[in-house]
């Protein structure tokens, strides 16, 4: 799946977030269920910038329509961080929202959040960035390490 199609049915689906930049991206993946897209998830370069070291990857976006069956987020989650793998990565990471359940984390096998983050806005004084009400919003990182692969 290419970017621009991730990203179209992430503008069509997902509740509070919007496409993701073409910087930093590196793979996407769908998942079809009965010859229907039902669910995408995007992976690209950490955001945070204390993030962005050797074999990290972060899962930017993961949204599923309301025709995915249950589990369909886990799914491709797990889908996603088994190919980060596969291509050699190591760290894993991604957020939610703190009023979301998570579940999709936990049916993928995570215990619980590594940390909670306050909601600031991304606009410095050196740094001007457009107000987007989701930056406003507490977060959970969820992280993960990813065991070398045998070769």
């Known amino acids: 799946m290419i970017l621009r199609e991730a990203n179209d049915f ?4 997902h509740r509070h977030s919007a496409r993701t930049s073409n910087d930093g991206g590196k793979f996407a993946i769908g998942l079809e269920h009965e010859g229907e897209l039902v669910g995408v998830a995007i992976v690209g370069r950490p955001i ?3 993030l962005q070291v050797q074999g ?14 249950k589990g369909s987020g886990s799914k491709l989650y797990s889908r996603a961080k088994r190919i980060w793998q596969l291509m050699g990565g ?7 929202l703190a009023k979301e359940s998570g579940d999709s984390m936990r049916g993928a096998g995570l215990k619980e ?3 909670e983050i306050d909601g600031e806005q991304w606009d410095r004084r050196k740094r ?6 989701i930056h406003d919003e507490p977060k959970r990182r969820w992280s993960e390490d990813l065991p070398e692969l045998p070769l």
């Open 48 to 50: 945070a910038r204390l």
């Open 113 to 115: 959040p590594v940390v």
């Open 10 to 13: 992430v503008e069509k689906w």
């Open 128 to 133: 001007r960035r457009s107000r987007k009400p």
């Open 56 to 69: 990290a990857a972060e899962l930017l976006r993961l949204c599923t329509s309301p025709s995915a069956p």
């Open 90 to 96: 190591t760290k894993f990471h991604t957020y939610t």
